[in-house]
C-alpha cells in the first residue's frame, strides 16, 4: 500500500520547499561502498524535545511484511555544531533517543545494505530492499534514511555523492545537485537505481514513460523491455481512460535473485534474475510489469486512510488487499485480452494456473480479509502469496456479477474507473465503511458477495459465474473454455465481458 503524493503540491514544491522551517538534508557516500555499508549523513537545525526520537522504519507501504530497519543502523551519533558527540542510545529496535536535541546539527549513521546482511528472521523482500555494489547501487528510502519523530511531513534534500560514470534513474525531481522528496512518504515512495544502467523513454499520450535497467552482464536493456512492454503500456491508457500520472519511472534490476517487483506512485522496481533475452522472458516481464504499472489506479487513487497516514512506527494493516493486490492482478491480465495483447486461450491458461495454486499450495479456508489483516504475522506471510491468486480469482467473479447485476453495462472496470475519479491521489476513503460505500454505489448483492468470498472464504462459483458468459469451468481439469452451445444471451454478455464494456 502506499502513500500518495499531490499532482499539486508537487507543482508548487519549490515555493512551500522554501517557506518551509525544517528540511532534513542528507548526503549519501555512494564513492565509500567497504563493508557493505551505507554511509549517512544528516544536516539539521532546531531540533526540539518532541524531535528526540529518531525513526527507523518498521515496515514500508505495499510491503506487508515487518521490516525492522534499525536492525541495519551501525555506529549512530549525533554531533553539536562544533561537532562534539552528543549522547544517544537505541531505546527499542527502530529508535534511538538523542540527549539534547536542540543542539543537534548533525545525526551520522551507517546502514547495512539489505541484500547481502543476514538476518535470523523477517528477511527483507529484495525489490523493498537495498543492494550496495561495485558498479550499482540500490536504494528505497526506508532502507536508507530515516526521520526525527514529529518530522514525518518535513521536506528531504538528499545529496548522493557517486562514481562519475554511472547514472541514475528515480521518479524524484532533482534541483542543484539534490534529489527533492515533500517529506518522509514521499522518499519511500520514490526508490533510485545507481550504476552502469541502460535507459530508454517513450510518451504515451501525454505521459512520460522512462525505462532505466541494470543487467548484470548487460544481457537485457531497457530498449528491449520498452518493445515488449509499448503494447501494454497503451493498452493500460485505453482501460484506464488515460493514464493518472504525468511520468512514470520503471528499475529493472538482473542479477542472480529472483525476488519479484514493487509499485510506488510514480515508479515501481523489479528484481529478477538475469537470463538471455527472449520474446517469453519478454512477456513476463510485461506481466509483471502490466501489475505493478496498475497500482497506480488503486492503492495511488483509491486508498483507505491507513494508507494516506501510513504508520512507519508500529505495523497497522488494512482489510482491503482484495482491492490492492487482487484488483490490480486481476486488471493486468483482463486488459491484455481486452486490448488483443493475449489471446482468450492464454488468458485462460492464466486463471487455470490461478485456480490450481489457490487449491494445492494455500489454505482455502483462509480468507482474503484475513490475509490482509494477518500480513505482518508469521502464519499471515505463510498465505500471503494467495492474494495474487484467489485474490485475482475473487475480483474476476466480481467483474461477472456487476456485469450480470448491470446487464452488459458496468463491469469492475467501470465501477474502479469511476471511484479513481471520486477519490484520486489525496482522498482516502474510510477503511471500516468502504465495503459498504462499495455496495451503495453498485448493488445490494454484492454485499453478499463480500461476504462469502472476501471476508469469508467460500468455495468460489467459479463454474456457475463463467458459465453467466458462455465459458466452460471444467471443475475435475481446472480448465477454462467457450461454450460452443451458449445461449444468445450468454454470448451477449461475453462480449461485453471480452470488450471489458
Ligand atoms: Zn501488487
Excluded at 561495485?134 to 511531513?153: C, E, R, W
Excluded at 502469496?385 to 467501470?414: C, P
Excluded at 448483492?445 to 456457475?464: G, M, Q, S, T
Amino acid at each position: 500500500m502506499k502513500k500518495i503524493t499531490l499532482f499539486v503540491l508537487l507543482l508548487v514544491f519549490n515555493t512551500s520547499y522554501l517557506l518551509a522551517q525544517k528540511v532534513l538534508e542528507y548526503t549519501v557516500n555512494l564513492n565509500d561502498r567497504a563493508d557493505d555499508l551505507f554511509k549517512v549523513e544528516l544536516k539539521v537545525k532546531g531540533l526540539t524535545k518532541e524531535n528526540k526520537i529518531y525513526q527507523f522504519a518498521s515496515t514500508a507501504p505495499g510491503t506487508y511484511q515487518v521490516m525492522d530497519m534499525g536492525r541495519f543502523v551501525r555506529k549512530f551519533e549525533a554531533l553539536d555544531a562544533k561537532g562534539k558527540q552528543i549522547t544517544a542510545k537505541q531505546i527499542s529496535t527502530n529508535q534511538w533517543e538523542i540527549a539534547n536535541p536542540e543542539k543537534v546539527a548533525t545525526i551520522r549513521y551507517h546502514i547495512a545494505e539489505t541484500f547481502d546482511t543476514p538476518v535470523t528472521e523477517n528477511k527483507i523482500y529484495e525489490m523493498c530492499g537495498s543492494s550496495l555494489e561495485k558498479d550499482h547501487a540500490l536504494i528505497n528510502g526506508q532502507t536508507v534514511f530515516g526521520y526525527p519523530q514529529g518530522m514525518q511531513s518535513a521536506p528531504l534534500k538528499i545529496k548522493f555523492l557517486y562514481p562519475q560514470e554511472w547514472i541514475y534513474g528515480t521518479a524524484l525531481e532533482m534541483k542543484d545537485g539534490f534529489f527533492l522528496a515533500n517529506n518522509y512518504d514521499h522518499i519511500v515512495d520514490s526508490p533510485i537505481l545507481f550504476g552502469s544502467l541502460s535507459k530508454a523513454s517513450t510518451k504515451i499520450r501525454s505521459t512520460q514513460v522512462e525505462l532505466y535497467t541494470y543487467s548484470k552482464t548487460a544481457k537485457i536493456t531497457s530498449e528491449k523491455l520498452l518493445a515488449s512492454m509499448t503494447n501494454m503500456l497503451v493498452a493500460a491508457d485505453a482501460f484506464l481512460n488515460g493514464l493518472p500520472v504525468p511520468r512514470y519511472t520503471f528499475l529493472f534490476f538482473f542479477e542472480d535473485r529472483n525476488a519479484g517487483a514493487w509499485e510506488h506512485s510514480y515508479s515501481s522496481e523489479y528484481i529478477i534474475k538475469e537470463q538471455d533475452w527472449s520474446e517469453d522472458f519478454g512477456k513476463k516481464m510485461t506481466d509483471i510489469a502490466a501489475h505493478e504499472f496498475f497500482h497506480i489506479v488503486t492503492p495511488l487513487n483509491i486508498h483507505s486512510e491507513i494508507i494516506e497516514k501510513f504508520n512507519f512506527v508500529t505495523p497497522t494493516p488494512s482489510e482491503h488487499l482484495w482491492l490492492y493486490e487482487g484488483t490490480t492482478e486481476w486488471a493486468s491480465h483482463k486488459m491484455q485480452i481486452c486490448y488483443s495483447i493475449k489471446t482468450l486461450d492464454e488468458y485462460f491458461k492464466d486463471l487455470r494456473r490461478k485456480v490450481i495454486v489457490d487449491e494445492r499450495f494455500y489454505d482455502k479456508t483462509y480468507s482474503l480479509s484475513k490475509i490482509s489483516l494477518t500480513s505482518y504475522t508469521p502464519e499471515g506471510q505463510k498465505q500471503y502469496g494467495n492474494i495474487y491468486n484467489r485474490g485475482a480469482l475473487v475480483a474476476g467473479l466480481l467483474d461477472i456479477r456487476l456485469l450480470e447485476l448491470s446487464q452488459g453495462k458496468r463491469g469492475l472496470r467501470d465501477v474502479i474507473n469511476e471511484f479513481a475519479k471520486e477519490y484520486g491521489p489525496s482522498k482516502s476513503f474510510p477503511e471500516k465503511e468502504w465495503f459498504d460505500i462499495f455496495v451503495k454505489r453498485t448493488y445490494p448483492e454484492i454485499a453478499d458477495f463480500f461476504n462469502r468470498y472476501v471476508k469469508n472464504a467460500e468455495p468460489l462459483p467459479l463454474k456457475e459465474y463463467y458459465d453467466k458468459i458462455g465459458i466452460i469451468f471444467d471443475e475435475k481439469e481446472k480448465t477454462f473454455s467457450l461454450n460452443p452451445q451458449a445461449t444468445t444471451e450468454q454470448i451477449r454478455l461475453r462480449e461485453r465481458w471480452l470488450r471489458n464494456n
